[in-house]
Nanobody, 114 residues
Framework: QVQLVESGGGLVQAGGSLRLSCAAS????????MGWYRQAPGKQRELVAV?????LTNYADSVKGRFTISRDNGMMYLQMNSLKPEDTGVYSC??????????WGQGTQVTVSS
């Protein structure tokens, strides 16, 4: 089992920055890929960024050049710069184990005001 806890969300003006953190505990040795997803009001959850054990990353087109995902042992981060109102949503941390089990955190709210 893997437990994930996000932190770092909040309210920020457009153009500002936030750094989200995800703390993983439990069987972290079993994690293969970690990622950030977000869900805006009335919309489906979408992928923001993922990173694998080798440090390979992938980003949604909408955040390329503005967001940076990173990992350090049991921690994962999302540095978000040049935030836009359309970045508003609940950001959730996910982890996929080598056995393809997906774990989710409870989510953290990010609100970008115009």
């Amino acid at each position: 089992q893997v437990q994930l806890v996000e932190s770092g969300g909040g309210l920020v003006q457009a153009g500002g920055s936030l750094r989200l953190s995800c703390a993983a505990s439990g069987s972290i040795f079993s994690i293969n890929v970690m990622g950030w997803y977000r869900q805006a009001p009335g919309k489906q959850r979408e992928l923001v960024a993922v990173i694998n054990n080798g440090g390979l990353t992938n980003y949604a087109d909408s955040v390329k050049g503005r967001f940076t995902i990173s990992r350090d042992n049991g921690m994962m981060y999302l540095q978000m710069n040049s935030l836009k109102p359309e970045d508003t949503g609940v950001y959730s941390c996910s982890a996929v184990s080598r056995s393809s089990t997906t774990y989710w955190g409870q989510g953290t709210q990010v609100t970008v005001s115009s």
